[in-house]
T-cell receptor, first 119, second 111 residues
């Protein structure tokens, strides 16, 4: 089945630093990738939709200047948390749709997630 | 009102029990429906798609009622390994593709 990788799997950093998370589709091309955040015991919340070759679409309440998204190729999207603070500590998960896969394009394939802890 | 609502549980059941989860969605323009399973500290994994005709995969049966905007998941003969959070997921395509996740229902299967 389709595979999505995410790197790094966990990060511990000091407050004020920037953290970059990569999301790759390994065996399919993903024109659209999604970035989610999940706090403990809560559901996944969509942060932004990353479109290859164009600007990301951010959900209401998500600061685009703080969460920089770059989707430079059909297999890679990056999320950079700039000037991270303790309240940014969370589980960040990316997902990708394979639009060429017919019905399978209706499903999303998730990366394994990145746990960010900001001290 | 949340766009996708689920009973958060937890459901505590013995091995071998049958357990049913329900989910309601508010947007009548919702196009496709899924159940995902999420284990603790892991990413969600697709369990099954949900169709109006109902579909079954082994011990799991999913059903969609578009008129009532209601989705269900039935697990028969529960196993310890079924313990997880089950997420009801709805795809919308209203000027752009969007996925809405329910908050999930926690299931604990005990020996």
């Amino acid at each position: 089945g389709a595979v999505v990788s995410q790197h790094p799997s966990w990060v511990i950093c000091k407050s004020g630093t920037s953290v970059k998370i990569e999301c790759r589709s390994l065996d399919f091309q993903a024109t659209t990738m999604f970035w989610y955040r999940q706090f403990p015991k809560q559901s996944l919340m969509l942060m932004a939709t990353s479109n290859e070759g164009s600007k990301a679409t951010y959900e209401q309440g998500v600061e685009k200047d703080k969460f920089l998204i770059n989707h430079a190729s059909l297999t890679l999207s990056t999320l950079t948390v700039t000037s991270a603070h303790p309240e940014d500590s969370s589980f960040y998960i990316c997902s990708a749709r394979d639009l060429l896969a017919g019905l399978r394009g209706e499903t999303q394939y998730f990366g394994p997630g990145t746990r960010l802890l900001v001290l | 009102r949340k766009e996708v609502e689920q009973d958060p549980g937890p459901f505590n059941v013995p091995e071998g029990a049958t357990v049913a989860f329900n989910c309601t969605y508010s947007n009548s323009a919702s196009q496709s429906f899924f159940w995902y399973r999420q284990d603790c500290r892991k990413e969600p994994k697709l369990l099954m798609s949900v169709y109006s005709s109902g579909n079954e995969d082994g011990r799991f049966t999913a059903q969609l009622n578009r008129a009532s905007q209601y989705i269900s998941l039935l697990i028969r003969d529960s196993k310890l390994s079924d313990s997880a959070t089950y997420l009801c997921v709805v795809n919308l395509n209203t000027g752009g593709f969007k996925t809405i996740f329910g908050a999930g229902t926690r299931l604990f299967v005990k020996a």
